[in-house]
């Protein structure tokens, strides 16, 4: 038996792994108030909590890419999705502020895996011309499973309590395990590939040889850091990604704080953005795509379609200031937009600028500038919310992206492109 168009079904499935993942992580934010409220917490103690999280994350992003490179694809995705599905389980069981924090720390340490793992398989299975659509594809799964977390957090919780609500989310991880355990290979090893397929990619994505996992030795960590498109994208998403990370995790709390929402309303409302953000995802990656088969060059194309996407975020500047919360929604959906079309096309560039067996830490390395962004970010939110208020916040976010593009078009030439 064989599956047609079976690189678009692995996208799919990539799609839905970041569902899970995303959704994951939002759930505390969903049930943040109800949560703060069981355990004695305030804001300070939350940023704390989502600190330790962005920080464990940060730690292992790094770590998690050069995992998947010496694992392989398979078996890397397998480890951390497993991982962070029992992790989000777990959190059921919390008693307190440091166990709940401990649950976070786990959750983080496996949750970045996703990433590296997820731009592996697309390296191995796209050509370079669909590489940003299909970048676009498994990230349109964040704004999915945000989306998706604020309704079915909120029921669950209503109906059964929040500690069923982690225990649920997780448990969805390990059935899509079994799934991809049994579906995925590289193209060259899959028996689920149509031979008509396998011709018309064969030539156009990774050779055999670079999708077997790394030998030990052969991987050099701190020559890849060192190199220019890695380093130029650490700065990138430093700047950027703690953006998309105050919206999971503080657009819940703003709304219930600032807007006058109670949790039935989070749920109803607040996964508007991330319909935006699939859209951006989708469009962002077909735009590079669709400009390269115009004739324009790989590198052009794709900062480009960043630019595109950088305009987009000073809508962030007046969120807080509109008086109607759906003017608040709408701007923070033009937010996620343009962030959307961005990371589509930035998380295309490892795949553009690094051999195959360097792929996934060259990823991990670059997630990691954005989620030590995201930490420092949170603490500072924290700190700002308690003693000012949201708007400074706001104000900052939509200046990140166009001052990144100014610097990604200075510190990566084109010429650094294969």
Known sequence: ??????????????????????????ALAV????????????EQDYALIVTLFMLAYAVMYAGSGYVVDRLGTRRGFAVFIGSWSVAQMLHGWTRGKWSLAGC??????????????????????????????????FNAGSSLGSALAQPVVAFLTLYFGWRLAFVSTGGVGLVWLLLWLLIYQPPHRNRWLRA??????????RPPEETLPARRGTLDWRKIVQMRGCYSLIIARFFTDPVIYFVIFWLPEY??????????????YAWVPYIFGDIGYILGGWLSGHLM????????????????????????????????AWMAI?????????????????????LDLFRGPEVATATGFTGMGGAVGGALASLGTGWVVAHFSYTPIFLVAGLMHP????????LLPDRHFK
């Not at 008509?196 to 994505?205: G, H, N, P, R």
């Not at 807007?259 to 109803?268: I, Y």
């Not at 115009?294 to 595109?308: E, I, N, S, Y």
Request: glycine share 6%.
């Open 330 to 350: 709408a701007a923070t959906s033009m937010v996620v937009f343009g962030h959307a079309i961005w990371v589509a096309n930035l998380q295309a560039l490892p």
């Open 104 to 137: 976070r720390v786990l959750l983080g340490l496996s949750e970045p895996g996703n990433w590296p793992a997820a731009a592996k398989a697309i390296a191995e299975w796209f050509p370079p011309a669909q590489r940003a659509l299909g970048v676009g594809i």
């Open 1 to 26: 038996m064989k599956i047609p168009k079976l690189r678009w079904i692995i996208a799919g499935m990539l799609l839905v792994a970041t569902m899970i993942n995303y959704a994951d992580r939002l």
């Open 255 to 268: 709304l219930r704080r600032e807007r006058g929402f109670d949790l039935a309303m989070v749920g109803k």
């Open 403 to 410: 001052l990144s593009i100014v610097l990604l078009y200075r």
């Open 31 to 42: 049930v943040s108030v109800d949560v703060r409220r069981e355990f004695s917490l305030n």
């Open 293 to 324: 088969r115009r004739g324009w060059a790989l590198p052009r194309a794709r900062k480009f379609a960043m630019l595109l996407g950088a305009l987009c975020l000073p809508a962030a500047c007046f969120a807080p200031l509109v008086p109607a």
């Open 196 to 205: 008509s397929e396998y011709a018309e990619i064969k030539d156009l994505v």
